[in-house]
């Protein structure tokens, strides 16, 4: 606009020429970075997905025979593990990658607490 004004149009639309590709350029990065967080976000489902699965398969190996306020412990644990993964899933679910990477850690650390009673569990 300073350039127009001043009567120097063809200064003023190679400044606006190089506006508009230094937006276009920043759009597409910011494109690049919202598919790398999705991405991120989908590999971090599929995976706690799968360790608490296998949760499941640990805790009906070790529960049978234990005492029964064990296995309710051990139950109260793997609820607190399901909720917390369950939290990254609903994200997921409702499309907001950067809730399912804020919620990772409080769930990883949830599934590692369960699976180290489990196997605290199941030694004799």
């Known amino acids: 606009r300073g350039l127009l004004s001043k009567g120097r149009t063809r200064e003023a639309r190679r400044a606006a020429g190089r506006a508009s590709a230094l937006a276009i350029e920043a759009q597409r990065e910011a ?39 064990t296995v309710s412990a051990l139950m109260s644990s793997m609820k607190e593990a399901r909720q917390a993964a369950g939290l990254v899933f609903l994200a997921w679910e409702k499309g907001q990658p950067e809730r399912v990477l804020a919620g990772e850690p409080a769930a990883r650390q949830a599934i590692d607490a369960t699976m180290h009673r489990l196997q605290q569990a199941a030694r004799p």
């Open 31 to 69: 494109l690049v970075e919202a598919e790398q967080r999705r991405r991120r976000a989908e590999a971090v489902v599929n995976d706690l997905d799968t360790r608490v699965n296998a949760l499941e398969e640990r805790f009906d190996q070790v529960t049978p025979g234990l005492p029964k306020p």
